[in-house]
């Protein structure tokens, strides 16, 4: 059974085609939330065909994302990938003395490359995330 929004607020084209807007809508059951309206979307929970109508034409228009976005959106991935993969590792002195040079050395490589993502040429357009160590 869909549930029919009756309300809405701040709509935005994430998408160029503005296929996908966020919006927040007035939930009958869960009062305002965020939401996010996808033309492909096949679950039903919220009648989409109806959202959209009630939308229509009245959001804000889709704006790429400047480099200067996706290069702070790179380096916050990146800083959690140091804050709760790597770092666990190579500052917990026990594990670290338990995994051996081999291993030191690949979690070592690995964090330099993710240090250095922003030096890849393609940065922030392109970038080639390094392998975990296993």
Do not use: C
Not at 59 to 68: K, L, M, Q, R
Not at 81 to 91: C, G, R, T
């Amino acid at each position: 059974m869909s549930v029919t929004i009756r309300a809405y607020r701040n709509a935005k084209s994430i998408k160029a085609d503005n296929t996908i807007l966020d919006v927040e809508i007035n939930h009958p059951v869960h009062g305002w939330i965020p939401y996010t309206l996808d033309e492909t979307d096949t679950d039903n929970t919220v009648n989409n065909n109806d959202l959209k109508t009630l939308i229509g034409s009245d959001f804000t228009a889709y704006a790429a994302p400047t480099d200067a976005k996706k290069a702070a959106d790179i380096r916050n991935i990146r800083a959690s990938v140091l804050e709760y993969e790597v770092d666990p590792v190579v500052s917990n002195p026990l594990l670290w003395s338990d995994i051996g040079t081999s291993k030191q050395n690949e979690w070592l490589a690995y964090r330099t490359a993710l240090l250095n993502i922003s030096a890849q040429e393609a940065f922030p357009d392109s970038v080639s995330w390094p392998t975990k160590p296993s």
